[in-house]
């Protein structure tokens, strides 16, 4: 059933109502209705760095065991990558990105790339830009560049480039957002964008706008909760003001492959996991 459809439906039922049996009529016609449900819940391993400073090899186990099929990571401690590699065979999960730091772009990207195959990611992600890279048009069409030549590396290697956004995105120069205008300045098949949604709404745009300007421009998306305005307080998946159904059921249109739960400073790791995976697990849309 289309959109078109679906309001024509809706309608004549709602100016109907008072008609025998409608109320089961409703209800049988919405249990009819498909709905959907992520297939594969992906984890940002720095919701669990405390733990991984301690035990990768325990960490990582847990995290499959709570039932996440794919992870992010964001460091490997000091764990060659052969060694990543066979951690995450052993505990049937793969792990299609890493979050990286410009520096390794701009010194060590041949290395790091040739590592990042052995792995097995699909994507490298710059995590966050030093702040000298996006503070005028100029330098951010000097970062869209760069991004733009590592990109084309990065394809000898069958593995993509790209970027998640903070807040500080968001903010104009000269009446533009600096998210927008790395948008202009890239080409979809150089670089994805990985929308981090509790920073996007907590720099005051809503996602689904960006879905629709820019459709199929993100493959990845972290999954992170936020509390009402104005502190916008972190918080567990499922637990905050964000509006997952509506987001979930537009990541065709948006090109989203990988959604991967993150908590930047949990009081409880293992909980907020837990948490989080068992509502999106649960979640219908």
Do not use: C
């Not at 730091?101 to 790091?112: C, E, F, K, L, N």
């Not at 869209?144 to 084309?152: E, I, R, V, W, Y």
């Not at 981090?196 to 706008?209: A, C, I, N, R, S």
């Amino acid at each position: 059933m289309d959109r078109r459809t679906f309001v024509r439906t809706t309608g004549a039922l709602g100016g109907a109502a008072i008609v025998p049996g409608l109320p089961q009529a409703r209800a049988a016609w919405a249990a009819m209705v498909p709905r959907d449900r992520l297939d594969r819940i992906g984890l940002q391993l720095y919701t669990v760095r405390s733990l991984m400073q301690v035990s990768v090899e325990k960490t990582l186990a847990q995290v499959a065991d709570v039932g996440y099929k794919e992870v992010e990571f964001a460091g490997y401690f000091n764990r060659p990558p052969r060694a990543i590699k066979q951690l995450l065979d052993d505990n049937s999960i793969s792990s299609p990105s890493a979050h990286i730091g410009m520096d390794i772009v701009r010194g060590r990207w041949s290395r790091s790339l040739a590592d990042a195959a052995e792995i097995g990611h699909k994507y490298l992600v710059i995590a966050s830009p030093p702040a000298s890279d996006i503070d005028s048009i100029e330098s951010i069409k000097r970062l869209a560049d760069t991004l733009g030549k590592a990109a084309d590396d990065a394809k000898e290697y069958k593995i993509k480039l790209a970027y998640h956004n903070h807040d500080d995105e968001f903010r104009l120069l000269n009446g533009r957002r600096i998210y927008d205008l790395l948008l202009e300045n890239t080409k979809p098949a150089q670089l994805g964008m990985e929308m981090d949604v509790y920073w996007m709404v907590k720099g005051g745009v809503d996602p689904l706008t960006y879905f629709v300007k820019w459709p199929d421009r993100f493959p990845m998306l972290h999954v992170k909760d936020a509390g009402p305005p104005p502190t916008f307080q972190m918080t567990d998946v499922g637990k905050g003001t964000i509006d997952w159904k509506a987001i979930f059921s537009r990541r065709k249109e948006a090109g989203v492959k990988h959604f991967f739960v993150e908590f930047d400073d949990p009081p409880d790791p293992m909980a907020t996991i837990k948490a989080s995976y068992n509502y999106l697990k649960n979640l219908e849309f």
